[in-house]
């Protein structure tokens, strides 16, 4: 089972593609550890990455989709994966859907978890993150036992910049022009399953397996 994850950022769409990812056993995958794992293994393209990232730019399409497509042809992936924040916008959709066929693949789902945009800004500014272990709550849904301190570590939780209210809404923007046209893409393509992301997360992971099950 082939998946790509969809949704505006806050969606809650990383969290189900890892109970997506137990539940039927297939690797979640995700650009940022994809990333992580080629610049640490000192990768051609992993070093290439590092270049780009390094001078603040952008990550061109063919170095990620590189990296992807080793990813995808590892072992672990041979009963299907879920892939979360890749693609981003059109371009990427097109040239994963090109080098998918010429290995003679497709992509089976395509699962859009839709919020709106002021339930995402309510849900995200209410984020915190511990900066040492990496470990994230959030004030009203997952609650620390002892406030404002990582129940990991012990470190002290801090709002991160990237979920401040101006910085949410930047971001939003950027979804809805770049990357919510990929909605429209897989629903051509005959694969787009949409869930109300707005439930509570058991519930939309449920709605999910539907979906995927039907």
Known sequence: MKIIMLGAPGAGKGTQAKKIAEKYMIPHI????IFRANIKGGTELGMK?????????????DVTIGMLLDRISQEDCKNGYVLDGFPRTIPQAESLTEALAQRGEKLDFAV???VPDEAIITRMSGRRACLSC???????????????????CGEKLA??????????KK???????????????????GIIKTVDGTQDLNKVFEDII?????
Request: some cysteine.
């Open 49 to 61: 990455a590092k270049s780009y990232m390094d001078q603040g730019l952008l990550v061109p399409d």
């Open 159 to 168: 709002l991160r910049d990237d979920d401040k209210p101006e910085t949410v």
């Open 112 to 114: 859009n978890v839709d």
């Open 171 to 189: 971001r939003l923007s950027v979804y809805h022009e770049q990357t919510k046209p990929l909605i429209d893409y897989y629903q051509k393509a």
């Open 210 to 214: 539907t979906v995927l099950e039907a």
């Open 134 to 152: 990496g470990a994230t709550y959030h004030i009203v849904y997952n609650q620390t036992k002892s406030e404002g301190v990582c129940d990991a």
């Open 30 to 33: 995700s650009t940022g550890d």
